[in-house]
């Protein structure tokens, strides 16, 4: 059974920049037959995908967030990481972390962690 | 972009009751469309993929039809542990994909 954790601070000041890693287990990151992606939910709202990042590293960003976003795979870990530079309030969300079986279809998920950003 | 409008937002419903929610596409997307179930406080679970496909494990009163910008997911006999928000996704243009603003079962 896969399972991924998110972990990372849960309070950051504006201008700051989001850290989060997720661990995966259960799977490889260094799978061929997955991508591994993020996807946030500000509280009470929608989803947004993020970005998803491929063993290779290979990455893909949701252009609203590409100028900002960086997503990295470390396969010694097991891991990914998401950055996020120069939040601000509206950055603030539950983060996921999620495994893409392809095209975009999420399987296996993070429970989430929540990112508050204020001054 | 592609929007992805899900209708109803809320939805009042009782135990055994027919559930239907739609979703319309801003544009064609074929059948690339998923369903996804969340629970509060809870990541998203899929249920449908490319439109009306069930994933392995979800009960078959999950069901999903549709195509090009009409989409309808349905839940023929509610359950209690059905309650939660029902999330549309859409993935015709990979590699981005968009949400619906959900539709809460309540």
């Known amino acids: 059974q896969v399972q991924l954790q998110e972990s990372g601070p849960g309070l950051l000041k504006p201008a700051q920049t989001l850290s989060l890693t997720c661990s995966v287990s259960g799977g490889s990151v260094n799978s061929g037959n997955y991508y591994w992606a993020w996807i946030r939910q500000v509280p009470g709202k929608g989803l947004e995908w993020i970005g998803y990042i491929f063993h290779s590293g290979s990455a893909y960003y949701n252009p609203s967030l590409q100028s900002r976003a960086s997503l990295s795979v470390d396969t010694s870990k097991n891991q990914l990481s998401l950055k996020l530079r120069s939040v601000t309030v509206a950055d603030t969300a539950v983060y996921y972390c999620?495994?893409?079986?392809?095209?975009?279809?999420?399987?296996?998920w993070g429970q989430g962690t929540l990112v508050t950003v204020s001054s | 972009d592609i929007q992805m409008t899900q209708s109803p937002s809320t939805l009042s419903v009782s135990v055994g009751d027919r559930v239907t929610i739609t979703c319309q596409a801003s544009?064609?997307?074929?059948?690339?469309l998923n369903w996804y179930q969340q629970k509060q406080g809870k990541a998203p679970k899929l249920l449908i993929y490319d439109a009306s496909h069930l994933e392995r494990g979800v009960p078959s009163r999950f069901s999903g039809s549709g195509s090009g910008t009409d989409f309808s997911f349905t839940i023929s006999d509610l359950q209690p542990e059905d309650i939660g928000t029902y999330y549309c996704q859409q993935y015709d243009n990979v590699p981005m994909c968009t949400f619906g603003q959900g539709t809460t079962l309540e």
């Open positions: 999620a495994r893409d079986k392809g095209q975009l279809l999420f399987d296996y």
């Open positions: 544009q064609d997307i074929g059948n690339y």
